[in-house]
């Protein structure tokens, strides 16, 4: 390694001797011609040897000054950057995302670096978000299969007893078909975010009637009020058309009905309206519910998140996150108004046909 850099160093020197020989030679001629024509002087043989010898070592000379000037140039000025950035590219490359790299003085420094080092900086952050995001969402995966795999391990074990009773072989086999289900659930959802989130869903959008898919949608929930004993209120105008991608719209209603329905008690009423202006479809929500603080309402479209425990046994944090992601890519804006023990209204807003 130190004879490279000697070499190296070597090489530098032989190059600037020949620069600056090559200067001073052309200037000594032009000096020592326009002297001789001017003055008329004869230059005798030895004359000409000491001025070769004084130029060659002057050259010598001024070629080690410049070499070790710019040595110390290169060294503070390229070497010294350059080798910040790949030491903290390595520790990147070791998973250390804390790493940035400082910017060069202004002083000498060429400002390129500093463009590189900014860009470097940037990039380092965004990977150290993305690896926040990767290990929180592992994380929150791991933890949420916890729960229902513990379940169907123990109604499996419950299973596995001798002489068990009719009924209790029904009601073990139904905890593990409920585990798996959710699991299921849980595993679909996280893959439909997955794929809006990546944007391999591209909306197949085409017209339709608005009011129609949201009677639909709730019809599917029938069995739910009517078992739950909530009443359903309904104010839908007609003929209101959008254009966007009908099976992504209709995972929004079945997430926003399935939350009014889950967070209403019997007695409780769920109202869906939908409203039109000029360019907007306007949709509500609304349910007369155990509703949420300010708090749990800055978080519901977060992924994973469950405000309410005591519910958490119906979800896994995803619906709202998904709903959010579509309206996104829908362009269009979802709001929600709450309080705690009087319902939840939830506003969601795309344009018109
Ligand atoms: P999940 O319903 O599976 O918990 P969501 O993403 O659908 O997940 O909802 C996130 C959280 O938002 C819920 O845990 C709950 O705290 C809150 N939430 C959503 N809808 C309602 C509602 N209609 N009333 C009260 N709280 C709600």
Same mark, same amino acid.
Do not use: P, V
């Given at each position: 390694m130190k004879i490279k850099s000697v070499l190296k160093w070597l090489n530098q020197y032989f190059v600037f001797f020949l620069m600056v020989a090559f200067v001073i030679t052309c200037c000594t001629m032009l000096f020592v011609s326009t002297l001789r024509d001017s003055l008329g002087i004869t230059l005798t043989d030895d004359n000409i040897s000491a001025a070769a010898k004084l130029t060659f070592w002057n050259v010598a000379l001024l070629s080690l000054i410049f070499t070790a000037v710019d040595t110390i140039r290169r060294k503070l000025t390229v070497e010294r950057p350059v080798k910040q950035i790949t030491d903290a590219a390595e520790k990147i490359i070791k998973g250390d995302f804390s790493v940035r790299v400082k910017p060069q003085?202004? /002083?000498?420094?060429?400002d390129t670096f500093n463009q590189v080092i900014d860009c470097f900086n940037k990039m380092a952050e965004e990977l150290g978000g993305v690896e926040t995001l990767r290990t929180d969402f592992i994380a929150n995966v791991s933890h949420e299969m916890k729960t229902p795999l513990a379940v169907m391990q123990n109604y499996g074990t419950l299973l596995?007893?001798?002489?068990?009773p009719e009924e209790k072989r029904i009601e073990y086999a139904k905890g593990v078909t409920d585990g798996s289900r959710r699991l299921a659930e849980m595993m679909t959802n996280i893959l439909k975010l997955n794929r809006l989130e990546n944007q391999q869903i591209y909306p197949k959008t085409a017209e339709f009637d608005l009011g129609e898919q949201l009677c639909e949608c709730l019809l599917q929930f029938e069995n739910v009020w009517e078992k739950a004993g909530i009443e359903i209120e309904t104010d839908i105008a007609e003929d209101v058309k959008v254009k966007a991608d009908a099976e992504l719209l209709s995972l929004v209603w079945n997430n926003l009905f399935s939350n009014a329905f889950k967070f209403t008690e019997s007695g409780g009423t769920v109202s869906v309206s939908l409203t039109a202006t000029a360019h907007h479809a306007i949709v509500k929500v609304k349910d007369t519910g155990c509703g949420m603080t300010r708090e749990v309402g800055a978080h519901i /479209?977060?992924? /994973?998140?469950?405000?309410?425990t005591s519910h958490s046994a119906g979800g896994n944090g995803l619906g709202l996150a998904l709903v959010k992601r579509v309206v996104d890519i829908m362009h269009g804006e979802i709001g929600v108004e709450s309080a705690v023990g009087v319902g939840t209204t939830f506003t969601v807003r795309i344009r018109r046909a």
């Open positions: 003085s202004k /002083f000498g420094a060429d596995q007893a001798d002489n068990l /479209f977060e992924k /994973f998140y469950q405000g309410d």
